[in-house]
């Protein structure tokens, strides 16, 4: 397996534009997971699936911010409208072991940049 | 809120000595806890976890230690190697049906050869 992957890999947009981030799974991980990383407030959780399920969405920013994932293999993370203040590395991570979160698989990341 | 807190922002350690990274959190409920590292480029990655009934755990070179008196954890790296440079995070989880993980800002780990 190649691991979890996301797309793109950099990501640069002016202030008002939607952004669309993708991510497929490990095969079989029944949990998948979108962070957000910045400077300032390191890695945050802004939403996890189970089943393909949303279980907890506190994370999410704002109205601005939604997540989907149609299939076990595919999840997508939209931002609509974009914002500066959204620029940040997006990971999504996927698990099977619900009791041993540590063993979340992490993608490469998605830079993004919104100017 | 509560939160966690590492106390080193930076350590810089040569080739060959073990390597210490601390980690402080307040939230007594937590009974779950993991060390990430994150090189450049790439996402963290899992090095080790500890439950809250354990004050003890080895792997491979790591070990963690959870001190639950003063809660604090730590890391420790034997025969520290420059692959070891990367950014070392502590992540913990409040328990529950909830399996949201609260990460610290990290600690950047430099190993000079």
């Known amino acids: 397996d190649a691991g979890v992957i996301q797309s793109p890999r950099h990501e640069v947009t002016e202030m008002g534009q939607e952004v669309t981030l993708r991510c497929k799974p490990i095969?079989?991980?029944?949990?998948l997971f979108w962070y957000r990383q910045t400077m300032m407030r390191g890695l945050e959780l802004l939403i996890y699936f189970n089943n393909n399920v949303p279980i907890d969405d506190s994370g999410m920013p704002e109205d601005r911010f939604s997540a989907k994932m149609p299939n076990a293999s595919f999840s997508t993370l939209k931002i609509q409208p974009s914002e500066p203040r959204d620029s940040a590395v997006y990971f999504c991570a996927s698990s099977f072991e619900v009791n041993r979160l540590g063993s979340a698989f992490f993608g490469q990341g998605t830079r993004l940049t919104v100017v | 809120g509560e939160s966690v807190g590492l106390h080193l922002p930076t350590l810089s350690v040569q080739e060959g000595d073990n390597s210490i990274i601390n980690c402080a959190y307040s939230n007594s409920a937590s009974d779950y806890f993991i060390w990430y590292k994150q090189e450049s480029g790439k996402g963290p990655q899992f090095i080790i976890d500890?439950?809250?009934?354990?004050d003890k755990r080895q792997g491979q070179r790591v070990t963690v230690l959870l001190n639950k008196t003063v809660k604090h954890l730590s890391l420790q790296i034997a025969a520290t190697q420059p692959g070891d440079s990367a950014v070392y995070f502590c992540a913990e989880n409040s328990g529950g049906s909830n399996y949201k993980l609260t990460f610290g800002k990290g600690t950047l780990l430099t190993v000079n050869p």
């Open positions: 500890i439950r809250s009934n354990m």
């Open positions: 095969s079989g991980h029944d949990y």
